[in-house]
Structure formats: C-alpha cells, structure tokens
C-alpha cells in the first residue's frame, strides 16, 4: 500500500475519531470544571457593569482622570 493511501485511512478512521473524542471532552471540561460557571458568568455580565452610568473615562497610561 502507498504512503498515501495508508495516511489518507488512517486520517479517515482512526484520527477522525481520537480528534471528534478530544473536541467531545474539551467541551465537557469547560462546562463541567470547579469554578467554571461563576468565571463565566462574570465574563458574560461584562456589557451591563456600567448600565446605571456610563465607565470613568481612562487616559493612555491607564489611570482616571479627576
């Protein structure tokens, strides 16, 4: 058997399916991790921090201004 053909099944079978479990756990470890929902729950409320009133203005260096 060629070179080729031999990777092209392999690729077609066996790493298609290590790579499909590797995305399956990757997305159960990111729902499922200690900690993980209160991270993303304060990343997602990220848009209304500042609904009442709008951000204090910063200059370049990263300070408010008065």
Same mark, same amino acid.
């Given at each position: @058997?060629?070179?080729?053909?031999?990777?092209?099944?392999?690729?077609?079978? !066996? @790493?298609?399916?290590?790579?499909?479990?590797?995305?399956v756990? @990757?997305i159960l !470890?990111? @729902?499922?991790r200690?900690?993980?929902?209160?991270?993303?729950s304060?990343?997602a409320?990220?848009?209304f921090?500042?609904?009442?009133?709008?951000?204090?203005?910063?200059?370049?260096?990263?300070?408010?201004?008065?």
């Amino acid at each position: @058997m060629e070179t080729y053909s031999l990777l092209r099944q392999f690729a077609d079978s !066996w @790493m298609l399916l290590a790579l499909f479990t590797f995305f399956v756990l @990757m997305i159960l !470890w990111v @729902m499922f991790r200690p900690g993980a929902s209160k991270t993303y729950s304060d990343v997602a409320n990220i848009p209304f921090r500042h609904e009442d009133k709008p951000a204090p203005a910063q200059t370049s260096g990263g300070e408010k201004e008065a």
